[in-house]
């Protein structure tokens, strides 16, 4: 089996999270914008490629070591194409080293010149080194098209130093810069638009946190097509939703972070993840670390950072169970980077349908706030992505449709050899990566021709199974919560925490025809203990630990399906929200699609614990169980997706 392919099953299917790499390619930089650069490189066994002069911004342009001389137009060497080597250099905010993999278009044409990609891996992964075409780096298709295309060793991983920050502006997001700078400087093959360098960006999860990063921080603005994978919008929606801290993925990237990086994860970070595992919190100061770290921030700025604030982290300890052991030596870090407010961008964006830690949410979000800043921004979905490891019927379904898939006894689509675990339907990921490029970086050929979807959202039901629809529909057809439907707001008791693993079941609606269930739910829930003595009672703060006399109830609210033809209530795409104390709650669930058959009944479930949040629930013993009223709106559409039911 070939490494793309197992790229493909190991990588993709199993978590894209734990990249299998990726790769880059170059482009080269018309006559009036070589004569701006610094020399070229000259033959040496290691030859150090320098560059004299200073960026737009006034930067100083970076030196680095390649295995190899750089192509050049400008002196016809070296232009035999398809090559790929390895640079490294030092990062100008620390010395720490960047490493990174540089792919030469299969063939070099030095009169249209070669739009650059920047490919990033996933969380814990690192660069790739052979050109493959796994769907989140498909490094083949991009050199052949005439791309460069750069693979990143992202900072504390593979081969780069430092420590991983979780894309840290002032870090990671310098780094990033600097590479873009070194490609200037060093190769003379790019191509330019209007004096500006003609940049894209691909990758999955950590390498689609990386292509927001650098559009945000780029002070040069060069990025101008992206095409992000399953990425986030704000992390402390991603790892703290509701306020409850996301066990499973706390540990995961505790665990992968280091024993895959060589224990580089940073100190401040390792220690906020245990932290949040051990008490089901995380302390304020690190839920600004996340938002800073995010795409969020820059375009909201929600909580309020301000400039070289560092939220009183100067003396961080994980507290209170290993109150006497510092997990960082300093757990100090600075807001220096401003907010900066969105500018148009072409961005085609995909993301998982059954993603536990990037749901479908973070997308609709990046789309919402990027579209209305003027760019050609799509929004398309796949099956699934940040599931595979994740304990319930996700990791059966997926498993067995990869096998399927790579084995030959799943049909293909459209009589095309698809993977339907990166398509929306019969949209292929790669198909449309490379359409995307070809139209936004070189003004070839029409994008609409393979996403056929145009400009609509492209939402997956099923492996092969797809519907498009204008817009996002938030809400819906509203539907009362409680015991008795004919009653309005007849509490729901929910059993609290490890005795809430099954769900309650709430009927909302049995339909008499197709639909589609397709878009983001949102709730108007009260959650009480069923005395109002008792909810006036319950205290401010306790033991972080066991939360107790505080009636820390916590509630997972999810929207399911029972078919027609089996009893057992089915979890839609697997999502659930939590809502953590008592009183009135009006949220967003997360987003869902689903084909529905005439007599299908929807319901509402609720859990007092969700593997996902594997041990963050309610320990409060005082609560054993709470009463939940209110209503749920459910975006049901017409079977083809293009109107709302009433």
Request: include cysteine.
């Amino acid at each position: 089996m070939k490494r793309s392919m197992l790229c493909s099953v190991a990588g993709f299917a199993a978590i894209t999270l734990v990249g299998c790499g990726g790769g880059s390619q170059e482009t080269s930089i018309p006559p009036t914008a070589q004569a701006q650069q610094g020399p070229q490189t000259t033959e040496m066994d290691a030859p150090e490629l320098s560059a004299t002069q200073t960026s737009r911004s006034g930067r100083p342009l970076p030196t680095g070591i390649a295995e190899a001389t750089a192509a050049s137009c400008q002196d016809g060497q070296n232009l035999s194409g398809g090559r790929s080597y390895r640079v490294e250099m030092p990062s100008r905010v620390d010395g720490a080293a960047i490493v990174f993999q540089v792919f030469e278009p299969t063939l070099f044409d030095c009169q249209t010149r070669h739009p650059l990609i920047l490919q990033g891996h996933g969380f814990s992964g690192s660069r790739s080194t052979e050109a493959g075409t796994d769907p989140l780096a498909p490094i083949e298709p991009l050199v052949d098209a005439g791309y460069a295309v750069i693979s990143i060793d992202q900072r504390g991983h593979g081969e780069s130093g430092g420590t991983i920050r979780v894309m840290d502006p002032d870090l990671e997001g310098q780094d990033l810069v600097q590479i873009v700078d070194w490609a200037e400087a060093n190769l003379d093959y790019l191509k330019y638009q209007q004096n500006n360098l003609v940049l894209g960006s691909v990758g999955g999860s950590y390498g689609g946190g990386f292509q927001y990063l650098l559009y945000n921080v780029d002070p040069d603005k060069r990025i101008d097509a992206m095409v992000p994978h399953i990425t986030w919008h704000d992390l402390t929606y991603s790892l703290n939703p509701g306020d409850v801290t996301k066990n499973y993925w706390l540990a995961f990237l505790s665990t992968a972070g280091d024993s895959k990086s060589g224990l580089s994860m940073d100190p401040y970070l390792r220690s906020s993840l245990l932290e949040g595992i051990a008490t089901s919190q995380f302390p304020q100061g690190a839920l600004d670390f996340l938002h800073y770290h995010s795409p969020s921030y820059f375009w909201q700025n929600e909580r309020n950072l301000e400039l070289l604030d560092s939220s009183n982290t100067d003396s961080y300890l994980l507290e209170p169970i290993t109150a006497e052991i510092p997990l960082t030596a300093d757990g100090r870090y600075l807001v220096k980077t401003p907010p900066r407010a969105p500018y148009p961008v072409d961005v085609l964006m995909f993301q998982g349908m059954r993603d536990s830690l990037f749901p479908f949410n973070e997308a609709a979000e990046n789309y919402r706030i990027l579209s209305a800043a003027g760019g050609d921004v799509r929004l398309l979905t796949y099956p699934y992505s940040h599931h595979y490891l994740a304990p319930n019927v996700g990791l059966i379904q997926e498993t067995l449709a990869n096998l399927a898939f790579y084995s030959g006894e799943l049909p293909t689509l459209a009589g095309a050899d698809l993977n339907p675990l990166a398509s929306c339907g019969s949209i292929d990921a790669t198909q449309a990566t490379v359409a995307w490029f070809n139209e936004k970086l070189l003004s070839r050929g029409n994008a609409d021709n393979v996403i056929t979807t145009g400009q609509q959202i492209c939402y997956t039901l099923a492996p092969g199974d797809a519907v498009s629809t204008p817009d996002i529909t938030v809400g819906g057809i509203s539907y009362p919560v409680g015991l008795d439907l004919l009653v309005t707001n007849t509490p729901v008791s929910v059993l609290s925490g490890p005795a809430g693993t099954l769900p309650t079941i709430v009927p909302m609606a049995t339909l008499d025809s197709e639909a589609v269930l397709a878009g983001i739910p949102t709730a108007t829930l009260t959650v009480s203990t069923g005395l109002h003595e008792l909810d006036s009672q319950c205290l401010e703060s306790s033991d972080p630990v066991l939360q107790a006399g505080t009636c820390d109830a916590i509630v997972f609210v999810g929207v399911g399906v029972i078919r027609a033809n089996q009893p057992t209530p089915e979890l839609i795409d697997e999502q659930v929200l939590p809502l953590r104390g008592l009183g009135d709650h009006e949220v967003e669930l997360t987003g869902i699609a689903e084909r529905l058959q005439s007599g299908d009944q929807l319901v509402l479930m609720l859990y007092g614990q969700h593997p996902t949040f594997a041990g963050a629930f309610s320990r409060d013993l005082a609560v054993p169980a709470v009463q939940v009223s209110g209503s749920a709106a459910l975006p049901l559409l017409s079977a083809d997706g293009q109107r709302p039911l009433h």
